[in-house]
């Protein structure tokens, strides 16, 4: 069996998740991580894969990542990322996967987060506009945490996104070793 499973919804609509697909675990977590939570219980169940993805229990690896501590599979690997209203989750039994949703802020210096984290090449590239910046970042993100490696890798001044297509849907796959 082979699944990833992206969803995204606005942080409201996930709401209505909760008393179905929330779990008792979760209430230690901010409103928008039981959210994130029970939308991937939610979309794991809609598979037909993952009929125990109902009561799964969230706990974080020592590296920091999210990891379902009891599933009836143990190759799942998942991610979760929430800014603004909008609140996603990804699932892969393919191996570790990142996902991360950015939501802008006016007030950030973009041009100085680009100087201080992305590698030359993303330098350049964010200067095609605030989207530019937000594919690079979001996708710097997504890779840390599908490494495990966290901020230290968002902000280490390498090219990881560099290239790619200008829009639509962006997939990156890294070596173990990054």
């Excluded at 840390?144 to 829009?167: E, H, L």
Aim: glycine share 12%.
């Amino acid at each position: 069996m082979s699944v990833i499973i992206i969803h995204i919804t606005g942080f409201k609509t996930g709401l209505r998740l909760l008393p179905s697909w929330g779990h008792p675990t979760d209430l230690a977590m901010s409103q928008a991580g039981q959210v994130a939570r029970a939308l991937l219980r939610y979309a794991a169940t809609a598979t037909e894969k993952f009929p125990d993805a109902v009561n799964w229990v969230f706990s974080r690896s020592p590296s920091g990542q999210p990891q379902v501590e009891n599933a009836e599979s143990r190759s799942i690997w998942i991610s979760f990322s929430h800014s603004g209203d909008w609140i996603g989750c990804g699932l892969s039994t393919r191996g570790p996967i990142g996902i991360d949703i950015e939501t802008h802020k006016s007030d950030r210096n973009l041009v100085e987060i680009a100087k201080l984290g992305f590698g030359p090449g993303e330098q350049q590239r964010s200067q095609n506009g605030i989207d530019e910046f937000y594919r690079i970042w979001t996708s710097r993100e997504a890779i840390a945490k599908a490494t495990g490696i966290g901020m230290v890798q968002v902000t280490d001044g390498r090219d990881y996104a560099a290239a790619g297509p200008m829009s639509g849907g962006w997939r990156i796959e890294t070596p173990n070793q990054v």
